[in-house]
T-cell receptor, first 117, second 115 residues
Framework: DAGITQSPRYKITETGRQVTLMCHQT?????MFWYRQDLGHGLRLIYY???????DKGEVPDGYVVSRSKTENFPLTLESATRSQTSVYFC????????????????FGQGTRLTVV | AQSVTQPDIHITVSEGASLELRCNYS??????LFWYVQSPGQGLQLLLK??????LVQGIKGFEAEFKRSQSSFNLRKPSVHWSDAAEYFC?????????????FGSGTQLTVLP
């Protein structure tokens, strides 16, 4: 199906374990993003990617690693999960049009609810 | 750096009443402004966006928002709320092209609709 999909939808893991959240989009959008959503904080950007093999830190990158070997995939890895990383994680994508000043909106996946125990 | 403030954490309105959700932004250049809605267990859906031009923008589901540069505001309105509008609403500001294209979100406003 076309769109942006995240997997898994729900995940419970133990402190100290490595866990990877997957994100896949079918639009060939250049930009992809990872956000975490926590009560009282709204959405905060973790990492983003402007294209394959180009990634950069967002507001809250510590404890996370990303990669983007293919345009359509943007996995987020928690190298050693901590309880403070319990959150809902959203992946998003958007187009990049250098020829225009219009910024297109981001399209969001349905989220992954991660619990670290 | 850009920032967004949504002063109201939670708003309760009766079905059929009018609604206004407040959003104030801080950004040094021309802002690109968005309103998203998140229904329970769902991702975010774009309601409307402002890039330039007419300061009153129409969105989906009967929502509109007005950009007021003098007040650094982009408030969301709906003349008559439906029970299905109960959700969390996020205002966001986007960076200008040429820099990082990430969105900065407000902390959200939870809307409850009473029958």
């Amino acid at each position: 199906d076309a769109g942006i999909t995240q997997s898994p939808r729900y995940k419970i893991t133990e402190t100290g374990r490595q866990v990877t959240l997957m994100c896949h989009q079918t639009w060939s959008h250049s930009y992809m993003f990872w956000y975490r959503q926590d009560l009282g904080h709204g959405l905060r950007l973790i990492y983003y990617s402007a294209a394959a093999d180009i990634t950069d830190k967002g507001e809250v990158p510590d404890g996370y690693v990303v990669s983007r070997s293919k345009t359509e995939n943007f996995p987020l890895t928690l190298e050693s999960a901590t309880r403070s990383q319990t959150s809902v994680y959203f992946c998003a994508s958007s187009e990049s049009r250098r020829a225009t000043v219009r910024l297109t909106e981001a399209f969001f996946g349905q989220g992954t609810r991660l619990t670290v125990v | 750096a850009q920032s967004v403030t949504q002063p109201d954490i939670h708003i309760t309105v009766s079905e059929g009443a009018s609604l206004e959700l407040r959003c104030n932004y801080s950004y040094g250049a021309t802002p690109y402004l968005f309103w998203y809605v998140q229904s329970p267990g769902q991702g975010l859906q774009l309601l409307l966006k402002y890039f330039s031009g007419d300061t009153l923008v129409q969105g989906i589901k009967g929502f509109e928002a007005e950009f007021k540069r003098s007040q650094s505001s982009f408030n969301l309105r709906k003349p008559s709320v439906h029970w299905s509008d109960a959700a969390e609403y996020f205002c966001a500001v986007g960076a200008t092209p040429g820099s990082a294209r990430q969105l900065t979100f407000g902390s959200g406003t939870q809307l409850t609709v009473l029958p």
